[in-house]
């Protein structure tokens, strides 16, 4: 009798142990779609800050007119403003996972050459590589790009 007891409960373990994926499989799907939309968007954004890159090379080497490129950076970059506002909702719903820390939409900093918007601690930009601070040659502070004195001295900083 006690041996059937046993069995019984090992039975309905293994039962309830091959049963239970198949019960919750829709929590199970939910999470690898969540995960496939943000890899997704992921490679939307890259994909995104390719073209910005393209675009910038092409009006640099005088591929595009000033309006294209004008237009066409235009464009991208509010694309890419909307993917990166998905992706940060994306991750405020998720559980527990924080939202990264390149939201740069309510940033004032931006690259002096290209108009990027970076974030606050940037020290180079991250589309055309332009340095955001200048070292002054006197005391080797730095100082902000553009700077033509410096903070920490006053000596007057060397522009390019």
Same mark, same amino acid.
């Given at each position: ?6 069995? +019984? ?5 293994? &039962? $309830? +142990? ?7 499989? %829709? ?24 073209? $910005?890159?393209? /675009?910038?090379?092409?009006? @640099? ?11 066409? #950076? @235009?464009?991208? &970059? @509010? #694309?890419?403003? =909307?993917?990166?506002?998905? $992706? ?10 924080? *939202? %990264? ?7 004032? !900093? ?15 930009? /991250? ?7 200048? *070292?002054?040659? =006197? ?8 700077? !033509? ?10 522009? /390019?």
């Amino acid at each position: 009798m006690l041996e059937a007891i046993l069995t +019984f409960i090992v039975f309905v373990g293994v &039962l $309830i +142990f091959v049963v239970q994926p198949v019960v919750n499989k %829709s929590k199970y799907f939910r999470r690898v779609n969540e995960d496939t939309t943000l890899r997704n968007l992921e490679q939307e954004k890259f994909s995104i800050y390719a073209q $910005i890159k393209e /675009a910038d090379f092409e009006y @640099e080497m005088g591929k595009l007119s000033h309006r294209d490129y004008s237009m066409q #950076r @235009e464009e991208l &970059l @509010e #694309r890419a403003s =909307e993917v990166i506002d998905q $992706i940060d909702n994306h991750l405020d719903g998720s559980n527990g996972e924080t *939202v %990264s820390d390149t939201d740069f939409s309510h940033n004032e !900093k931006s690259c002096p050459a290209c108009g990027t918007a970076l974030p606050d601690n940037a020290k180079f930009c /991250a589309v055309c590589g332009t340095s955001l601070q200048a *070292v002054c040659d =006197e005391c080797g502070t730095n100082n902000p790009a553009g700077s !033509k004195f410096c903070a920490n001295c006053g000596q007057g900083m060397v522009t /390019a």
